[in-house]
């Protein structure tokens, strides 16, 4: 892609290039031992405690499901920005009845450098705010990899937000929006479906993670990977536990596969909204008590 052969570009330029960990073993133990010992590189992110980013670039593995209710989850008691950097609007149609004018969107961060607070919309949760998407969102990837600024607009909007916690739900690709992402982010989560291809996506993430930590953003971790849609009852997803927690800190709570998750998404509601009483409803909240015991 175009970003990245200007990234690598970019490295090379600076010599940085030997400092980058191939192999998949090293980058792990980097970015779990360097945990704040950088100094600040990038005039650094808001006033939130925490940046939560949602990411995987193997599509469908519960990315948007996580970050809508990690983000409810987490409104109950605290004021929290959703970004929607998803050009499908999944987590957008969750909390908006139409779909946002393109000037209102996300798209004015990447596109006419506007601010999340100019920009943040009310949802029916009054602790909750949202920064929409909109389809032509896909646009700006191409439009981020000409400009100088292009890995560090989203970063440069929030510096003024005062959310207690923002959780970003990105794209399912390694592109411009969800470096984007990367740079103003503390916590990274990454959801995955025990499915083998759902491992093979984790070098990407891994290595793009460590390159983003050296280079621009000595905040970001790895917070950790979330099993979704979960059967323990397969030998599949039995079998591959064992060897995601090799490379990654598991979160102890799973989400369980269950058609009231796609039943709660078809009312465009929540599961808290929805059902309550559910079983990835308790299990989003235990998730989340894990996630905030864990900064
Ligand atoms: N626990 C679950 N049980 C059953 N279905 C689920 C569960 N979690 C998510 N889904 C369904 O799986 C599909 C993919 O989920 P989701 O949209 O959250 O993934 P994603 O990683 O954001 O996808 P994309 O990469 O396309 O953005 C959706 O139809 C969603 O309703
Ligand atoms: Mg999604």
């Not at 207690?164 to 969800?178: A, E, H, K, R, S």
């Not at 909204?273 to 864990?294: D, M, W």
Request: aromatic share 8%; with cysteine.
């Amino acid at each position: 892609m175009f970003w990245q052969s200007m990234f690598d570009e970019m490295l090379d330029r600076n010599g940085a290039r030997s400092g980058i960990a191939v192999s998949f073993r090293i980058i792990r133990t980097d970015i779990k031992t360097s945990r704040g010992a950088f100094p600040g590189r990038l005039n650094s992110i808001m006033e939130s405690k925490a940046v939560f980013c949602l990411a995987n670039q193997k599509g469908g593995v519960g990315k948007t499901t996580t970050a809508i209710h990690l983000a409810a989850c987490l409104a109950k008691k605290n004021r929290v920005l959703l970004i929607d950097l998803d050009a499908q609007s999944n987590a957008s149609s969750i909390f908006l009845e139409n779909d946002c004018p393109v000037e209102l969107s996300v798209h004015a961060v990447f596109r006419e450098k506007k601010t999340a607070a100019e920009l943040a919309q009310k949802t029916r949760n009054p602790n909750l705010d949202l920064l929409p998407a909109v389809m032509n969102l896909a646009e700006v990837e191409t439009l981020l990899a000409g400009a100088v600024d292009g890995f560090f607009r989203l970063n440069d909007a929030l510096k003024s937000s005062s959310h207690d916690y923002i959780v970003i739900d990105c794209p399912p690709n390694l592109g411009m929006l969800t470096v984007n992402a990367f740079v103003c982010s503390t916590h990274l989560i990454v959801p995955l479906q025990t499915s083998k291809f759902s491992l093979d996506g984790l070098r990407g993430i891994l290595e793009t993670t460590n390159t983003i930590q050296k280079r621009f953003n000595p905040k970001i971790r790895i917070q950790g990977a979330l099993l979704t849609m979960f059967n323990g009852r397969t030998g599949i997803a039995q079998a591959l536990g064992g060897p995601i927690a090799e490379f990654l800190h598991v979160f102890e709570t799973k989400i369980s596969q269950s058609v009231v998750v796609e039943e709660a998404h078809l009312m465009h509601k929540t599961l808290f909204e929805y059902n309550p009483r559910s079983k990835p409803a308790k299990q989003y909240e235990a998730f989340t008590a894990e996630v905030l015991n864990g900064l």
